[in-house]
Nanobody, 121 residues
């Protein structure tokens, strides 16, 4: 019913920048909080940044001041602008959204397939 498709990952040198995009498609009553999580090899998935439909944001301490999350509600798309990238930012980045399919449904979490970000010289 809901698909999240990420794009924009790749290989970048330390100190560089990348912009991730995630477009939601399908049918729903309300697209609520959207965000980005990441998982590095051998580590648990962790929250990177989230943004509500009203624009309130949260960031992991490790990315504050370097990453910026935004969303375009008209395009059902969430973005993650990553700057001053470090090798420790290397991970698979997953798009997330909390979606209410019908007005009387509880919200359900949906995930994208993930996009690899590698920070290396």
């Amino acid at each position: 019913q809901v698909q999240l498709v990420e794009s924009g990952g790749g290989l970048v040198q330390p100190g560089g920048s990348l912009r991730l995009s995630c477009a939601a498609s399908g049918s729903w009553f309300s697209l609520n909080t959207m965000g980005w999580y990441r998982q590095a090899p051998g580590k648990q998935r962790e929250m990177v940044a989230t943004i509500t439909s009203g624009g309130s944001t949260k960031y992991a301490d490790s990315v504050k001041g370097r990453f910026t999350i935004s969303r375009d509600n008209a395009k059902n798309t969430v973005y993650l602008q990553m700057s001053s990238l470090k090798p420790e930012d290397t991970a698979v980045y997953y798009c997330y959204s909390s979606v209410q399919i019908r007005w009387f449904d509880a919200s359900t979490d949906y995930w994208g397939q993930g996009t690899q970000v590698t920070v290396s010289s």
